[in-house]
């Protein structure tokens, strides 16, 4: 999705309107961020999603309505609009699945545009979208967002590298441990909420098992500082595999389009999972479930160089 902003130079050309409305529009902005940061207080991890996409629909509805002929009448209808939809999205939000808010969402893009005399089409191309293939977009946005609020997570006190490094073997397994859960949740994954901590040796930092629906972590990476601290990264990608298998047994539970589902198909498939130490390194990394795991998780310096014919939402 592209980021919207306002243009400088659009802006001083509309100096004098803006001097005309700038009361009503500081009124109005207020009232709109009122609702964003009335929703923000809630505790729902998927409500993170939820504000970002708010941001973003504030900034294209301000650049959208900086065109209209009617600057404060269209402010006007936008702040009414975002009032209106306070109610649903506080009081029902909950009750809705990933896929449903996220066309929830976009059906109120479409109320505004339809309000500022846009249509379907402009908005697909300006956000980036291919109008033949929706469900594809849907999926690399939702992606985005989840693999944001995932890595977001690290930015936080009880996550942080300086954390980590003062804290004892055993402090390191619970905050492991709360991390897997905050990012099951952001996912609407089941996996056991419980990590095996075992010494997998020198190659492998972590794994996920299907079969018992459990994440597995090196305990070599429980000693010592520096790059241990990336054994963070490593649990999402591990829980990215969780999604990727529960995405392909419940196909209607996540937005993932059918190409992306047939191709981890296939590669979950007894026989068509290539490992380094059969295949090479190119071969492991560029295959559609690890490609996507590790480009998830941003472990950028994994995938550096290398060019795989899947890309999935990356």
């Not at 191709?263 to 979950?268: D, K, Y």
């Not at 026989?271 to 590790?294: H, L, M, S």
């Amino acid at each position: 999705m592209a980021e919207i902003y306002i243009n400088p130079d659009r802006a001083v050309q509309e100096a004098d309107r803006f001097f005309d409305y700038g009361r009503d529009k500081r009124l109005q902005l207020d009232e709109i961020r009122s609702v964003r940061n009335a929703i923000t207080m809630d505790d729902a991890s998927v409500l993170m999603g939820i504000v970002k996409q708010l941001i973003r629909i504030e900034s294209d509805v301000m650049d959208e309505a900086v065109k209209a002929d009617n600057l404060g009448k269209a402010l006007k209808y936008i702040t009414g609009h975002y009032l209106k939809t306070e109610k649903y999205l506080t009081g029902y939000l909950k009750d809705l699945g990933i896929k449903r808010v996220f066309r929830a969402i976009e059906k109120i893009n479409m109320d505004i545009l339809k309000a500022l005399g846009l249509d379907e089409l402009y908005y697909r191309h300006k956000m980036g979208y291919e109008y033949s293939n929706v469900d594809k977009y849907q999926e690399q946005m939702v992606d985005h967002y989840m693999s944001e609020m995932c890595q977001s997570l690290m930015d936080r006190d009880e996550y942080s590298e300086e954390t980590w490094n003062k804290a004892t073997p055993e402090e390191r397994k619970a905050m492991l441990t709360r991390f897997m859960r905050e990012v099951n949740a952001i996912m609407g994954t089941d996996v056991n909420p419980d990590i095996t901590f075992n010494d997998l040796g020198s190659g492998t930092r972590g794994q996920y098992t299907w079969g018992t629906n459990s994440v597995t972590l090196n305990s070599r990476y429980l000693k010592g500082g520096g790059d241990t601290y990336m054994i963070f990264r490593t649990l999402i990608h591990e829980m990215r595999h969780c999604y990727q298998h529960t995405a392909v047994d419940n196909p209607g539970k996540f937005m993932v389009s059918e190409e992306t589902l047939r191709q981890w198909g296939e590669n979950f498939k007894s026989g068509n999972y290539k490992t380094v130490q059969n295949d090479g390194y190119d071969a492991y990394v560029t295959q559609p479930i690890e490609w996507d795991a590790k480009n998830f998780a941003g472990q950028k310096q994994d995938v550096a160089g290398h060019d795989p014919k899947y890309r999935g939402s990356w």
